[in-house]
């Protein structure tokens, strides 16, 4: 069996476990089988080296939350003004676009990852085009198919689409299938609860918008503001819903929805009580931090939810509101303006914790004996400070060299050794 070797001059294994000079073994179907300090194979082995030199080579990134789909779009909007502002923006962005533009908006969009060393991504797909445009490329991704409705009169059909979506998607070892309800001012309780009960029915993980304004608090608490008139204004409110009078956590818990370790997108307005409800049920949060930045929202809450143990995952959101797809840069971001975080967390976050959110726990997120080979390689400047090359790299030192997936080259900035 032909078995191939990666070496680099540093192997961050994961948080806190850096080898110097190490070597990465793979066997042929792309899983890890040893990591030890490099040493030349034995002349009678089959053994294909490569070597990276003075490189880094680190868990595959995990965007846990894009929608590759706008990444044609571009922030054509500029600022965001409000965020309704902003969703109608987008509504008649999308409006505009054929089918064949998404395809093309979501290719784009992964060899975009690909390039900034991501492995593995959790994508919501509203056009429901994301599993055909994704299935050849060679990203493993996560393709959670969307349903958007208000009315709950609607929700059978919407249930039904949904039900055909999934099973046009052939699954395989790189493309898995999820679901997303959008979020609690778009999708009627009846629908959340349908599509909650059909994800646990099929095993499904379940993604969801959730705790994302102001806006949303105050629609979830009174019914009233910026999302009623948007509602209103699209002829979609309904003037059966009654307001639940209470937090989104609690709301999409009581609709089943968490009765999964369902990922959480967003949660940028957390109460104390919503967080222990996030951790009782073992969710999963996906913070987008240069997202979060763009639309101005309060200081996210993700010191507090690490303290408490709740698994918390990097997400870029879109191109409609970030200024890339690199989960790198936005782990560099968090280096600069989150002090309040350490380096092995940024690091957990983007890739184990993705992992977990991911339901890849087991086999994705580090690199040791039985995972999956899902690998970030970035090239080293000299004089890198032996002791800190973590902090290094959040700090700007690295660029990208090759984006490994499961054993796979799949992306290079060299010819492919
Ligand atoms: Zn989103």
Known sequence: MIRTVHIARYVLAEAGMLHRNAAVHISDPGRITRLEPWQSPPPNLQTKVIDWGSAIILPGLVNAHSHLELSRWKRRAGGPGTFTVWLQ???????????????????????????AGTTLVGDISTAGVSGEALKTEKLRKVVFEEVLSFAPDQADDCLAGLRRRLQRTECDSLLNSGVSPHAPYSVSPRLYREVAELARAMGLRLATHVAESREELEFLARGTGDLRSFLTGLDAWQAGWVAPGMPPVPYLDGLGCLEQPAILVHCNYLDEDSM????????SIVYCPRSHAFFGHDPHPVRRLLDMGINVAIGTDSLASNDSLSILDEMRFLFRTRKDLKCDEILRMATLNGAVALDFGNVLGRLRRGCWADMTILRLPDGINDRHVLSQVLEGAGEYLATVVQGEIVWSSLPVP
């Open 276 to 283: 222990a409800l996030v951790l009782s049920r073992s969710c």
């Open 89 to 115: 923006d987008l509504i008649g962005e999308r409006r505009k676009w054929s089918r064949e533009d998404f395809l093309e908006s979501v290719r784009e969009g992964a060899l975009l990852s690909l390039s």
